[in-house]
C-alpha cells in the first residue's frame, strides 16, 4: 500500500527511525519554513512499512522528549499514530514557527539552523538567518532601510512620473504630498529620527541602483542549440527594475521566430510561443525573487526552450499543481504593488496559472517549474 502523498518541503518519509538526530533537524526545517509532517514507517517511494505494535509508544515518547530537548526555542511537536490496514505510522506535525529561527541547541544558532528546501533539508547560512530573524518581526526584505543610501540617492523625477502614470490614479485615488507618496509606497523608511531608502526605493527609483545592488540585474544570453554554451547574443541588463523588465523583454521578443498569414488586406504575425507566457515570466522573475541574495536574474534562450532563472526560493511550500490552481504567495509586496499600479502586472496572482493556460491553448508542451537549492527555474518550451 501507497501512502497518498509525496515527499516535498512540508513531507518527508522514514522507513524506520534513524539513529542519528535528522528527524530533529528536518523538524528545525519545517518549523522555520512553512510547517509540515514526518511521518516514520513509510519507505522513500511512499510504501507504508509499518512500525511494530511493541515500539510505538515507546517510539513517541522518546521523540517528544527529543525534539523538545534539543531545540531552541524549544519546539513541542504534535506526534501520533495513523493505521493504514493493518499497518501503523508514526506522524510528528509541527506549524510555522513564530519565534525564528529555530536552531539545534548544541550547534547553536551559526551551525544548527536548518531549512527545507523542496524535499532536502539544508543548513541556513548567515543570510537566510537573518532573513528568519526578519519575518520573525514581520518584516520584508523590500521594505528594509538601506542605512548607507540617503533619499538623495532617489530620482525624484522617476518618482513623480510613477504618480501621474500610476494605474490606481485611473480609479481617482489620491495621495497627498510627495512625501506621503514616499511612506505610502514604502519607498523610504525612518529608523531612530533618520530618513533613508528602502531597497524597494533604491530597485525602482534610484539614481544608481547598481552602486547599493550590484546584483540586482538580469542577465539575458541567446545560446546556439539545446545544451550548449555558445552565445549568440546576450545583454547584461542594469538599472532599476523597471528599466530591467522592458529591455529584457524586448530583448527575447527579438530572438524568437514569428510566422505571418493574411487574412483579408490585413497581414497577421504570431509569436511561436505566447508572448503574454514571455511577460508573465519574466514578471514573476523580477518581482518575486530574493533580492536579499546576491545573484543575478538569469534569462536564457535555446532552440527548444526559454529559461528564467531566479535567485531565492518559494516564500511558500508551492509546487506546480498549487500553481496551476492560481495559488500564489508574494515575497516582495513594495515591489509588486508598484508594478501593479503601473500595469505591468495585471492582476495579483494570476502569472504561472496565465502561463500554463496561454500554453494549453495552443497546444504546446507544458510549461515546468523547477524549485532548487536557492533557486526558481521556470521553463518555457519553443516549437
Given at each position: 500500500?501507497?501512502?497518498?502523498?509525496?515527499?516535498?518541503?512540508?513531507?518527508?518519509?522514514?522507513?524506520?527511525?534513524?539513529?542519528?538526530?535528522?528527524?530533529?533537524?528536518?523538524?528545525?526545517?519545517?518549523?522555520?519554513?512553512?510547517?509540515?509532517?514526518?511521518?516514520?514507517?513509510?519507505?522513500?517511494?511512499?510504501?507504508?512499512?509499518?512500525?511494530?505494535?511493541?515500539?510505538?509508544?515507546?517510539?513517541?515518547?522518546?521523540?517528544?522528549?527529543?525534539?523538545?530537548?534539543?531545540?531552541?526555542?524549544?519546539?513541542?511537536?504534535?506526534?501520533?499514530?495513523?493505521?493504514?490496514?493493518?499497518?501503523?505510522?508514526?506522524?510528528?506535525?509541527?506549524?510555522?514557527?513564530?519565534?525564528?529561527?529555530?536552531?539545534?541547541?548544541?550547534?547553536?544558532?551559526?551551525?544548527?539552523?536548518?531549512?527545507?528546501?523542496?524535499?532536502?533539508?539544508?543548513?541556513?547560512?548567515?543570510?537566510?538567518?537573518?532573513?528568519?530573524?526578519?519575518?520573525?518581526?514581520?518584516?520584508?526584505?523590500?521594505?528594509?532601510?538601506?542605512?548607507?543610501?540617503?533619499?538623495?540617492?532617489?530620482?525624484?523625477?522617476?518618482?513623480?512620473?510613477?504618480?501621474?502614470?500610476?494605474?490606481?490614479?485611473?480609479?481617482?485615488?489620491?495621495?497627498?504630498?510627495?512625501?506621503?507618496?514616499?511612506?505610502?509606497?514604502?519607498?523610504?523608511?525612518?529608523?531612530?529620527?533618520?530618513?533613508?531608502p528602502?531597497?524597494?526605493?533604491l530597485?525602482?527609483?534610484?539614481?544608481?541602483?547598481?552602486?547599493?545592488?550590484?546584483?540586482?540585474?538580469?542577465?539575458?544570453?541567446?545560446?546556439?542549440?539545446?545544451?550548449?554554451?555558445?552565445?549568440?547574443?546576450?545583454?547584461?541588463c542594469?538599472?532599476?527594475?523597471?528599466?530591467?523588465?522592458?529591455?529584457?523583454?524586448?530583448?527575447?521578443l527579438?530572438?524568437?521566430?514569428?510566422?505571418?498569414?493574411?487574412?483579408?488586406?490585413?497581414?497577421?504575425?504570431?509569436?511561436?510561443?505566447?508572448?503574454?507566457?514571455?511577460?508573465?515570466?519574466?514578471?514573476?522573475?523580477?518581482?518575486?525573487?530574493?533580492?536579499?541574495?546576491?545573484?543575478?536574474?538569469?534569462?536564457?534562450?535555446?532552440?527548444?526552450?526559454?529559461?528564467?532563472?531566479?535567485?531565492?526560493?518559494?516564500?511558500?511550500?508551492?509546487?506546480?499543481?498549487?500553481?496551476?490552481?492560481?495559488?500564489?504567495?508574494?515575497?516582495?509586496?513594495?515591489?509588486?504593488?508598484?508594478?501593479?499600479?503601473?500595469?505591468?502586472i495585471?492582476?495579483?496572482?494570476?502569472?504561472?496559472?496565465t502561463?500554463?493556460?496561454?500554453?494549453?491553448?495552443?497546444?504546446?508542451?507544458?510549461?515546468?517549474v523547477?524549485?532548487?537549492?536557492?533557486?526558481?527555474?521556470?521553463i518555457?518550451?519553443?516549437?
Amino acid at each position: 500500500m501507497k501512502y497518498p502523498g509525496q515527499e516535498s518541503s512540508i513531507l518527508e518519509f522514514k522507513r524506520e527511525l534513524p539513529e542519528n538526530n535528522q528527524i530533529v533537524k528536518t523538524i528545525i526545517g519545517f518549523c522555520n519554513q512553512h510547517g509540515g509532517k514526518l511521518i516514520v514507517g513509510i519507505d522513500d517511494d511512499g510504501t507504508i512499512v509499518g512500525i511494530p505494535e511493541e515500539k510505538l509508544q515507546a517510539v513517541q515518547e522518546y521523540l517528544d522528549q527529543l525534539i523538545y530537548d534539543s531545540t531552541t526555542p524549544p519546539i513541542i511537536p504534535k506526534v501520533y499514530t495513523q493505521r493504514f490496514g493493518e499497518q501503523a505510522v508514526l506522524i510528528v506535525e509541527v506549524s510555522e514557527g513564530m519565534n525564528k529561527p529555530y536552531f539545534k541547541t548544541s550547534e547553536q544558532l551559526s551551525k544548527g539552523t536548518y531549512i527545507r528546501l523542496g524535499r532536502s533539508t539544508l543548513r541556513a547560512g548567515a543570510t537566510i538567518i537573518e532573513e528568519l530573524q526578519w519575518h520573525s518581526r514581520g518584516l520584508e526584505y523590500d521594505m528594509m532601510p538601506v542605512h548607507r543610501a540617503s533619499p538623495d540617492d532617489l530620482d525624484m523625477i522617476r518618482i513623480k512620473n510613477f504618480l501621474e502614470k500610476r494605474k490606481s490614479s485611473r480609479r481617482g485615488s489620491t495621495i497627498g504630498s510627495i512625501d506621503d507618496a514616499l511612506n505610502a509606497y514604502h519607498l523610504v523608511a525612518k529608523e531612530h529620527g533618520k530618513e533613508y531608502p528602502t531597497v524597494c526605493g533604491l530597485l525602482l527609483f534610484g539614481k544608481n541602483p547598481d552602486h547599493f545592488f550590484s546584483e540586482a540585474r538580469i542577465m539575458a544570453t541567446h545560446f546556439f542549440g539545446t545544451e550548449g554554451r555558445e552565445a549568440i547574443a546576450s545583454i547584461n541588463c542594469t538599472g532599476t527594475l523597471i528599466e530591467q523588465y522592458y529591455t529584457v523583454y524586448d530583448f527575447i521578443l527579438s530572438r524568437l521566430h514569428r510566422s505571418f498569414s493574411i487574412k483579408g488586406p490585413t497581414r497577421i504575425e504570431k509569436l511561436e510561443i505566447p508572448e503574454v507566457a514571455i511577460r508573465e515570466a519574466l514578471i514573476n522573475a523580477i518581482v518575486h525573487r530574493n533580492y536579499h541574495h546576491p545573484a543575478p536574474t538569469k534569462v536564457a534562450i535555446y532552440q527548444d526552450r526559454i529559461e528564467f532563472f531566479s535567485p531565492g526560493e518559494f516564500p511558500s511550500p508551492l509546487n506546480t499543481k498549487n500553481l496551476t490552481m492560481g495559488l500564489t504567495y508574494i515575497r516582495n509586496h513594495a515591489i509588486c504593488k508598484i508594478f501593479f499600479e503601473l500595469g505591468i502586472i495585471e492582476t495579483m496572482g494570476s502569472g504561472f496559472l496565465t502561463i500554463f493556460k496561454e500554453y494549453e491553448t495552443m497546444h504546446l508542451k507544458t510549461p515546468i517549474v523547477v524549485e532548487g537549492e536557492n533557486f526558481i527555474k521556470c521553463i518555457l518550451p519553443r516549437e
